[in-house]
């Protein structure tokens, strides 16, 4: 049986470093290190002042230590682990790059006064559910013991859940927003059309080498293997290596 510790460095990369960054930001808050209107997202402060970092910080904020921040680390540590070890398997890039535009979409929704919330964190999390239950839409989920539902549905219900519990029902919309644009624009679309809409930025790519994160992507001019999507939507597919 592996220890915690095997398990800790067992993890893919991007979902570790994510997780990680959530819990230590949540430890800091609890240990009095900062208070959390420090790093909370507010625009008339990002431009009159110039405090720029709350543009990054409010995603790495999930609460305090608490059964909800409890859940939402275990869904990046379910979630987001799987897709960055299925789907994305060594496509490291291409998975940072989902969280990047991810997390882009929610701040320009956040501007919007009626999608405003001060931590995007918990809908990251929740865009991470919406595209992993797109990529294994028949796999079968037990919410709380309570019902068996397929994971096509999970966001919803978690939704559903979440109003009946008196959370607030914003930022698990901007989650499901944000991941149901990316994932028409990487693969609804192009199932459709053959165009693709959103590609990883050289930049990315440059970035995930660079700092050696993952495993290295295939480097030969073969197609890459097929990404599927589950039975809903089939077909993910990548373009020749450059």
Not at 115 to 123: A, D, K, M, R, Y
Not at 186 to 199: E, I, S
Not at 217 to 241: C, D, K, M, W
Request: proline share 6%; net charge positive; hydrophobic share 50%.
């Amino acid at each position: 049986m592996s220890s915690p510790a095997d398990y800790y460095h067992s993890l893919p990369p991007v979902s570790k470093a994510y997780g990680t960054l959530c819990l230590l930001f949540t430890a800091a808050y609890q240990l009095g290190v900062f208070d959390v209107v420090h790093i909370a997202l507010i625009y008339k402060l990002v431009f009159s002042r110039f405090q720029v970092w709350r543009l990054i910080t409010n995603f790495f904020f999930l609460g305090k230590f608490s059964i909800n921040f409890g859940i939402r680390l275990l869904m990046i540590a379910r979630y987001g682990v799987q897709l960055e070890k299925g789907p994305f398997d060594r496509h490291t890039a291409d998975f940072l790059w989902m969280m990047i535009f991810g997390a882009f979409s929610m701040l320009v929704l956040a501007a919007i006064p009626i999608f405003w919330t001060p931590f995007l964190g918990i809908s990251l999390v929740f865009m991470l559910v919406y595209v992993w239950s797109r990529e294994f839409p028949n796999a079968q989920i037990n919410i709380y013991g309570l019902m068996t539902l397929k994971a096509f549905y999970l966001p919803w219900a978690m939704l559903a859940l979440d109003v009946i519990f008196g959370s607030p029902l914003m930022p698990d919309l901007l989650g499901i927003i944000a991941g149901h644009l990316y994932y028409f624009l990487t693969v609804l679309h192009p199932l459709a059309t053959g165009k693709t809409l959103l590609n990883t930025p050289r930049w990315v790519h440059k970035l995930v080498a660079r700092w050696r994160i993952g495993a290295p992507a295939p480097t030969n001019n073969r197609v890459q293997p097929e990404r599927t999507t589950g039975v809903a939507f089939r077909g993910r597919s990548y373009r020749l290596s450059d």
